[in-house]
């Protein structure tokens, strides 16, 4: 039997995707969900679900399993890891554009492709093999978070699409067409403070503030004379 590790952060992304590892029925495979360190107090209502730190335990993962699907981890794979047993990664972003943190931000703000991607893990972040891919249309009504809901929901598509052929490793993967570009978290921490100064377009401001608009998430701010932060966000309704 095929011992197969499933490692998300996103509670929404495991309860679809072990929905459909259920649905496909492979009686010939054993599938273990686990969340990072981190994330632990957003299962404590799934006790399917265990906790694992890839970087401190994966000597343990590679001893017992034969592959590992990453979907919305926040972790680092070690190279050791990677090297030593097939890992896959379902990532919200359309490879090699806008690869890293929050792909449907810098999307919004720089206009490449964007979508979701299912590929082949290597050392590097969000880097690899693809073996599919769903593009998804940003709108100019859009929100960082109504792209995301639709990230989401191509990622879910694929991954059920893509069930048996991952499972059994009978797709074919290809190499991204270029390195593209990556966004660390602090190239998002740094367009979250919005420089009052600063000279561009309308539209350009448009785009900035409705990247970083996602429900209740404060991150666009201006600072008071006094140096307190005060948060931006745009409601947005299209008619």
Same mark, same amino acid.
């Not at 679809?16 to 649905?23: G, M, R, S």
């Not at 401190?56 to 972790?75: A, F, G, Q, R």
């Not at 995301?148 to 191509?154: I, K, P, S, W």
């Given at each position: ?11 929404? /992304? ?18 273990? !969900? ?10 404590? @209502? ?28 926040? @972790? ?25 943190? !929050?792909? *449907? ?19 590097? /972040? ?6 599919? *891919? ?13 792209? !995301? ?64 608009t996602h429900g209740d998430h404060k991150n666009a701010y /201006? ?6 932060? /005060? ?9």
């Amino acid at each position: 039997m095929k011992s197969v590790l499933v490692l998300t952060d996103n509670v929404i /992304i495991f309860e679809k995707f072990k929905a459909i590892c259920e649905k496909h029925n492979r009686v010939d495979v054993k599938f273990d !969900y686990f969340c990072s360190p981190s994330s632990e107090h957003l299962f404590l @209502k799934h006790n399917d679900v265990c906790v694992l730190d890839i970087q401190k335990n994966y000597k343990s993962v590679i001893d017992t399993y034969s592959l590992v699907i990453s979907c919305h981890c926040k @972790k680092i794979f070690p190279a050791e890891l990677v090297n030593s047993i097939r890992c896959i990664n379902i990532h919200p972003g359309l490879n090699p554009y806008n690869r890293g943190w !929050y792909p *449907q931000v810098f999307a919004i703000n720089n206009g490449l492709p964007h979508g979701a991607t299912i590929h082949e893990m290597d050392e590097d /972040i969000d880097h690899g093999a693809i073996i599919a *891919q769903k593009n998804v249309q940003v709108n100019l009504e859009d929100t960082s978070l109504t792209v !995301y809901e639709r990230v989401l929901n191509a990622e879910i598509d694929l991954f059920d699409n893509f069930f048996n052929s991952l499972i059994d490793q009978s797709y074919v993967a290809h190499p991204m067409v270029n390195e593209g570009n990556y966004n660390s978290i602090q190239d998002f921490r740094n367009i979250n403070h919005i420089d009052l100064d600063r000279k561009g377009t309308f539209s350009e401001f448009y785009n900035l503030l409705r990247s970083l608009t996602h429900g209740d998430h404060k991150n666009a701010y /201006i600072l008071s004379e006094d140096g307190a932060k /005060i948060f931006i966000s745009l409601n947005i309704e299209k008619n």
